[in-house]
T-cell receptor
Framework: EPEVTQTPSHQVTQMGQEVILRCVPISNHLYFYWYRQILGQKVEFLVSFYNNEISEKSEIFDDQFSVERPDGSNFTLKIRSTKLEDSAMYFC???????????FGPGTRLTVT | GENVEQHPSTLSVQEGDSAVIKCTYSDSASNYFPWYKQELGKGPQLIIDIRSNVGEKKDQRIAVTLNKTAKHFSLHITETQPEDSAVYFCAASMSRDDKIIFGKGTRLHILP
């Protein structure tokens, strides 16, 4: 069964450093999403992406965040200058078309020290 | 914006008994309510969903109910089995491809 994959599974970085989290959505999917879950809190929507542009973003998704689909397979989330409060599990999701289920990846645990 | 509350945060039931998880939402414009199961080391996986034009939906041992007037929805798992042990999230959205607003999750333990 096709699945969304994410790398790395765990990333440790120092405050102020840039990180790039990588996702490979399911191959025929067209809509892409990033969510995050701070330990002990809710899974929160960050951003949705369709047709090579951001469809919607939350208040969390400020100028420090960016997303990109650099080629036909990868979907990345970049955090330019990480803060301690960026420590969380980041989930990528994708869906084939409007009205279809979102499939989630296993997540990347980001630890900012 | 939408806010989803979920109770309880932890639930322990004897194997074979039923488990019920309850959620409320705040935005009456929400009309899609998915439930996710998350196992250790994996992302959330959709197990069942319901739309606002339906009051109840069942899939084998899993059922969901929706009371749109009260803005309540619930997950019922009958004849629980050890493999049902996981974290369950309720959620609300405008549609399947719109942003999903999650509840905080319920950790379900099935006791032998």
């Amino acid at each position: 069964e096709p699945e969304v994959t994410q790398t790395p599974s765990h990333q440790v970085t120092q405050m102020g450093q840039e990180v790039i989290l990588r996702c490979v959505p399911i191959s025929n999917h067209l809509y892409f999403y990033w969510y995050r879950q701070i330990l002990g809190q809710k899974v929160e929507f960050l951003v949705s992406f369709y047709n090579n542009e951001i469809s919607e973003k939350s208040e969390i998704f400020d100028d420090q965040f960016s997303v990109e689909r650099p080629d036909g397979s990868n979907f990345t989330l970049k955090i330019r200058s990480t803060k301690l409060e960026d420590s969380a599990m980041y989930f990528c999701a994708s869906t084939v078309a409007g009205g279809s289920e979102q499939y989630f990846g296993p997540g990347t645990r980001l630890t900012v020290t | 914006g939408e806010n989803v509350e979920q109770h309880p945060s932890t639930l322990s039931v004897q194997e074979g008994d039923s488990a019920v998880i309850k959620c409320t939402y705040s935005d009456s414009a929400s009309n899609y309510f998915p439930w996710y199961k998350q196992e250790l080391g994996k992302g959330p996986q959709l197990i069942i969903d319901i739309r606002s034009n339906v009051g109840e939906k069942k899939d084998q041992r899993i059922a969901v109910t929706l009371n749109k007037t009260a803005k309540h929805f619930s997950l019922h798992i009958t004849e629980t089995q050890p493999e049902d042990s996981a974290v369950y999230f309720c959620a609300a959205s405008m549609s399947r491809d719109d942003k999903i607003i999650f509840g905080k999750g319920t950790r379900l333990h099935i006791l032998p």
